[in-house]
């Protein structure tokens, strides 16, 4: 990784290195499709995404390469009196980036956002398959204080 690294906004430019970024995992790999043209679908989310204000899709940018990605959604709830959360998602560093604190300086990132939106609590989500991923969050001073279900609709 060359030169200093920025946070910004994705641009639809960026999406073909933001998919292959999600793919290259094993975890990854069983559910995302990363080929060239890429699936209309992803243009649709990517649309979706950037066309509401409680969701920022953000990439890392280094020497002119996107490097790492995220998704940050600004969710309001009644509990709390009426407080916002932040949901953080898809965090995915390029290999040739990892192990180079980018992913403490992404979510350090997004942690200030949160702030900046007024949220009172960022919360996250990671697999059990990725116990190095659980190591980390908890090194940025996340909490394992709740456990997470899903439920996973046929297509």
Same mark, same amino acid.
């Given at each position: 990784?060359?030169?200093?690294?920025?946070?910004? !906004?994705?641009?639809?430019?960026?999406?073909?290195?933001? $998919? +292959?970024? /999600?793919?290259?995992?094993?975890?990854?790999?069983?559910?995302?499709? &990363?080929?060239?043209?890429?699936?209309?679908? &992803? *243009?649709? =989310?990517?649309?979706?995404? =950037?066309?509401?204000?409680?969701?920022?899709?953000?990439?890392?940018?280094?020497?002119?390469?996107? $490097?790492?990605?995220? *998704? #940050?959604?600004? #969710?309001? &709830?009644?509990?709390? *009196?009426?407080?916002?959360?932040? /949901? $953080?998602?898809?965090? +995915? #560093?390029? =290999?040739?980036?990892?192990? /180079?604190?980018?992913?403490?300086?992404? /979510?350090?990132?997004? #942690?200030?956002?949160?702030?900046?939106?007024?949220?009172?609590? $960022? *919360?996250?989500?990671?697999?059990?398959?990725?116990?190095?991923?659980?190591? %980390? &969050?908890?090194?940025?001073? %996340? !909490?394992?204080?709740?456990?997470?279900?899903?439920?996973?609709? =046929?297509?």
């Amino acid at each position: 990784m060359t030169g200093a690294t920025a946070f910004r !906004a994705a641009k639809r430019s960026d999406l073909a290195e933001i $998919v +292959r970024m /999600l793919a290259d995992d094993p975890l990854g790999a069983r559910r995302e499709r &990363y080929e060239l043209p890429l699936p209309p679908a &992803y *243009q649709a =989310a990517f649309d979706a995404i =950037a066309g509401d204000s409680n969701n920022e899709l953000i990439v890392a940018e280094s020497g002119g390469r996107v $490097v790492g990605v995220m *998704q #940050i959604t600004f #969710i309001p &709830y009644l509990t709390y *009196q009426g407080g916002w959360r932040a /949901l $953080v998602e898809g965090v +995915r #560093i390029d =290999a040739s980036a990892r192990s /180079l604190g980018l992913g403490r300086r992404m /979510l350090e990132w997004a #942690i200030r956002r949160a702030r900046e939106r007024g949220c009172h609590v $960022v *919360q996250l989500t990671t697999d059990k398959a990725r116990p190095d991923a659980l190591r %980390f &969050y908890e090194s940025l001073g %996340f !909490a394992a204080t709740h456990e997470g279900m899903k439920l996973h609709l =046929a297509d």
